[in-house]
């Protein structure tokens, strides 16, 4: 029986719409949802994040500004 893959992948929202596209000229609060499939148990994993501006262009570069805050919490549930 081959086994697939275990990956993760990301998806930021925004909480007041629900969009993947945040206006950079209002503060939001952003949902980051984690999906992630055919983990195994009892094995420890470690996700990093970073914040990246994506250009019209399709490129994206790191998410600088003078000032702000971060605050990432994670839920993982432990439901089949």
Known sequence: VEMESPYIKTEALSRKTGDSVLPVSEDETLI???????????????????????????????????DGTEERRSLFSAAP
């Open 32 to 66: 980051d949802r984690v999906h992630y499939y055919f983990l195994k148990a009892d094995t420890e994993y470690t996700l990093h994040a970073e914040l990246m501006v994506k250009h019209k262009d399709g490129s994206f570069e790191p998410f600088t500004r003078d």
